[in-house]
């Protein structure tokens, strides 16, 4: 294509700048779309949770709610508080959302489907939260005033901590595959559910959990979602902000969700990795890859409405206390596991099935519990009537 | 050539972190001078090693910089903690007005 | 013709500069540790100009995320809130001007008479595996004693905040 087009006599900066370009605004408008449905998705999975029905009147099953809240937002009036540190207050917006869409350079959409393989993708992917924790406390000071610079301030401690053990989560899986770029990431794992990151070895596996746990302290959900503690800060440190510049916040919160879950399900769940036979249809990976990104957004959904919310000192005693030696410990053992399994190869061939039944078990045990719980919550329902 | 612009700029940093470190009353002003000199320092070692690189190991000059913002990272702990601590015995960080060398 | 790189090379110049000028001239000292982010941002831009992918993203993961975001915290730790507008006096402003444009003038000078060896530029890819291997082999010795250093570092840290407390 740039041949072409520079055949036709365009400069050649003109055409990748033009390329460029494009593939930025498909990035983004697809995010948009993304985080919008999120919003959807999450009110009326919320919903069901607390029986109720949740947004169900702009279009089909309210699926277009979230174009009907952002003409909402965009007629408010833009109030800039006064006192405000005009020009913190303003630039806050923009670096919350370079931030979260940031990591979309990087993230893979499917098999071999990306914007940019960059050789150290995963390390960009976590180094690149500077921005969106310097954006945080821009709002936080800029807005002067209390709840935001106490909201703001939690979040940078927050975010900084956790950065933590999310990166030392993820260094067992880059030990594993030998890689730091997303798509090297994902080519080392297999298709089947034995052949994943999370499921190689037990190490992995507490290396995958310790990850999602920081990841969503990361993300400011629930339950860490302290920042934002609607009964102690009113909104933390977007409290200010109306209009199209609280649209921009919440844009990127829920992008924020899509970065976790894609991140996630490349890393550690196998990506859009296909079997052999399906591997011409490449647009199955997408839909494979979205799937499973999905999944893990309805799993950090689903913990937001179960559980409560930590205090601030309980917060930071689980990243400094726990999630850090926990990952050392799954870091070293799994240094040592590539060693052993240097030498008798047959290991890697036992743990990942042996580490996907253990899954599958307490998956099992999950589901006889709830259906225990059903019977329960049915006996006395009967009983009452 | 290129090698002389990245040169320039480091030593226009490297003044600007002069001039800070000099100029300020605050403690944590003369912090960010120190760091915008070592960073100019770590441009001047990165761009050296890029352009004039030294035989058989062209990466010695992105060593150097990473043990720079790794020794950044060690100095501006202990230095802001010693601020703090300052702070707490005088209640205000102006280098200046730090008259009393009793605590 | 210019290239890419140096187009880019003027941009990050000018993002460098433009918020250097602010970190040193603004009486706004949290305007300062703001406008050191950008600072920092725009180095690791010349990083990956220079072919440091690696050092790059260090940069942003450790200065602009680490160091810049405890300068934050430190500036609003220390009374700095009450008062933003001056808390970031200068003194002897016009003779540290004075020298700091004799300094950078010498520097030039130095810069312009000097000849540097002949260069010979060669892409070098990705460099995450050199810089692992050389710190893990040639320089083991100084990556260890900067990991005691560090460890040093936090632990006399916690204990000069904590000096205070007990007492």
Known sequence: MEAFAVSLGVHIYLVKAIIMFIIAALSVTFMAVISGLTTWFERRIAGRMQSRI?????????????????????????????GADRLLF?????????????????????????????NVGVLYLISITALVVVGTLMAGWGSNNKWSLLGGMRSAAQIVSYEIPVAMGLLPSILF???????????????????????????????????????????NRVPFDLPEAESELVS?????????????????????????????????????NLPEALQPYWYLSIFLFLLKTFFIMFVIIWLRWTLPRFRIDQLMDLSWKYLLPLS??????????????????????????????????????????????FREQNKTVNTRA | M???????ASAALFTLGVVLFLSKKNAIAILMGVELILNASAINFVAFGKFTPSQGSPFDGQIFAIFIILLAAAEAVVALAIVLAAYKEYKHIMVDQYTKLRG | MIGIPEIFFYIFCALIFGSSLLVVFSYNLLRSAFAL????FGIAGFYVLLGGDFLAVIQIMVYAGGINILLIFGTMMTGSISQPETSNPSFQGILTLIGGGGLLLILLIILNHTTWPSQSLIDHGPTTKQIGQLLLRNYILPFEVISFLLVAAMVGAIVLINKGERS
């Open chain 1, 54 to 82: 949740g947004p169900n009147r702009v279009g089909p099953q309210g699926l277009l709610q979230f174009v009907a809240d952002a003409v909402k937002l965009f007629m408010k009036e833009d109030l800039i508080p006064k």
């Open chain 1, 90 to 118: 303003k630039m806050s917006p923009y670096l919350c959302m370079i931030g979260v869409f940031a990591p979309f350079v990087v993230l893979p959409w499917g098999m071999g489907i990306i914007a940019a393989d960059l």
């Open chain 1, 177 to 219: 595959a030998g890689s730091l770029s997303m798509i090297g990431l994902m080519n080392a794992q297999g298709w089947a559910p034995w052949q994943w990151s999370a499921f190689q070895n037990p190490f992995t596996m507490i290396a995958f959990l310790i990850f999602f746990t920081g990841s969503l302290a990361e993300g």
């Open chain 1, 236 to 272: 933390g440190f977007n409290t200010e902000y109306s209009g199209f510049r609280f649209a921009v916040y919440f844009l990127a919160e829920w992008a924020n969700l899509y970065v976790i879950g894609a991140l996630t399900t490349a890393v550690f769940l196998g990506g859009g």
């Open chain 1, 328 to 373: 050392f410990i799954a870091f070293f053992g799994q240094a040592v596991y590539m060693l052993i399994d240097h030498q008798f190869p047959v290991i890697d061939m036992v743990t990942g099935p042996i580490m996907f039944l253990i899954f599958l078990l307490v998956l099992l045990k999950f589901f006889y519990r709830v259906a225990i719980n």
């Open chain 2, 2 to 8: 290129i090698l002389d612009g990245y040169l320039v």
């Open chain 3, 37 to 40: 982010f950008f600072v920092l």
